[in-house]
């Protein structure tokens, strides 16, 4: 069970390049996230989607764009990098609330723009 | 605009003594709380959370405790271990069914041998 699995695992960007991370699980989540980590920073939540088809704000969208392919898939796209965008990028899916699920991370992607 | 804070940055605790992780928040209004653990290079893991509703949970090893008038939450580890040293966040969600976590900025805990 792989759970919450997201790529690459680093990447180097020139700015103004664009790239897109890629993001799936396997657990039959309806909600799925993409969250940023600065250093010594808490995440911060970048775009969700609550169910396939809808996708939504979150704190911090400004610079990127996103794609809910399927229930299982959540692409997270820098159309024109920048150097505030270095960052580490975590994917995470859940269950609905009212069961009491909470929310599953992936390992993170380490982005950094030069 | 709301947040999730902590008291602390960093804690050092003896190997086998209890650790207690103290956050701010400052939503009234928040439902839902969660604990993470995040240990270098990887992603946030569920540790225990709690609902408004609630004063005080337990899980296995942890505890956390709701304390709503001053807006306080706290996470106990009691014998703590190696396995333990990590950043701890804090995160609130402020509508149960909306899942949009805030999350505090982390306390790093050291168990020193």
């Known amino acids: 069970n792989a759970g919450v699995t997201q790529t690459p695992k680093f990447q180097v960007l020139k700015t103004g390049q664009s790239m897109t991370l890629q993001c799936a699980q396997d657990m039959n989540h309806n909600s799925m996230y993409w969250y940023r980590q600065d250093p010594g920073m808490g995440l911060r939540l970048i775009y969700y989607?609550?169910?396939?088809?809808t996708t939504d704000k979150g704190e911090v969208p400004n610079g990127y764009n996103v794609s809910r392919l399927n229930k299982r898939e959540f692409s997270l796209r820098l159309e024109s990098a920048a150097p505030s965008q270095t960052s580490v990028y975590f994917c995470?899916?859940?269950?609905?609330w009212g069961t009491g699920n909470t929310i599953y991370f992936g390992e993170g992607s380490w982005l950094t723009v030069v | 605009g709301e947040s999730v804070g902590l008291h602390l940055p960093t804690l050092s605790v003896q190997e086998g003594d209890n650790s207690i992780i103290n956050c701010a928040y400052s939503n009234s209004a928040s439902d839902y709380f969660i604990w993470y653990k995040q240990e270098s290079g990887k992603g946030p893991q569920f540790i225990i959370d709690i609902r408004s509703n609630m004063d005080k949970r337990q899980g296995q090893r942890v505890t956390v405790l709701l304390n709503k008038t001053v807006k306080h939450l706290s996470l106990q580890i009691a014998a703590t271990q190696p396995g333990d040293s990590a950043v701890y966040f804090c995160a609130e969600i402020k509508n149960f069914g909306n899942e949009k976590l805030t999350f505090g900025t982390g306390t790093r805990l050291t168990i020193i041998p």
């Open positions: 995470a899916s859940s269950a609905l």
């Open positions: 989607s609550a169910s396939e088809g």
